[in-house]
């Protein structure tokens, strides 16, 4: 029996039901089993006060440290803006060849945008984009069809084009 899961480990305040309905799109896509886990450290260590912006790449250390033995595949998810040195924000982040990803909420927010907030909206680009980062980690490259879950995104408008499946429905869904 395989006992393997995937952590989904969350940083900073997400509504259960939240991180649920993001556990049950995982394990529809990837067919494992996820275990949520509530992380409430301080992320201070990490902030960039010129960037006033989150160390992406020192988090993903942090995060593959802490890592279990039983764990296939880890995502942390934040609600803060994360960065990397040579780009502006990051929606998620991978150490290259690497089972754990990072995902922020931060700028998939319609108020970051100057339009008004939407919940659903937000949980729909967050678990494309969370499929998307999971995807990285079983070997899945970047795709060029618009729709494709694992086609690069820049903005979130591309990220609104996609669908949340890795697969391709029979009936065109
Ligand atoms: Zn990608």
Known sequence: MNHKNILLMSHGHFEREFLDTIAEDITREFLFPVRIDEI??????FYDPTRRQYDGNRLLKYMDSVSRPETLKTIGVFTVDLFISILTYIFGQAIFR????IASVFRLKNEQYGMVEDQFLLLDRFRKLVIHELGHTFGLVHCSVPSCVMMSSTCVEDIDQKKK???QMQNGN
């Open 165 to 167: 499946f890795l697969r």
């Open 98 to 101: 690497g089972r754990t990803r």
């Open 40 to 45: 409430h450290t301080d992320l201070n260590e």
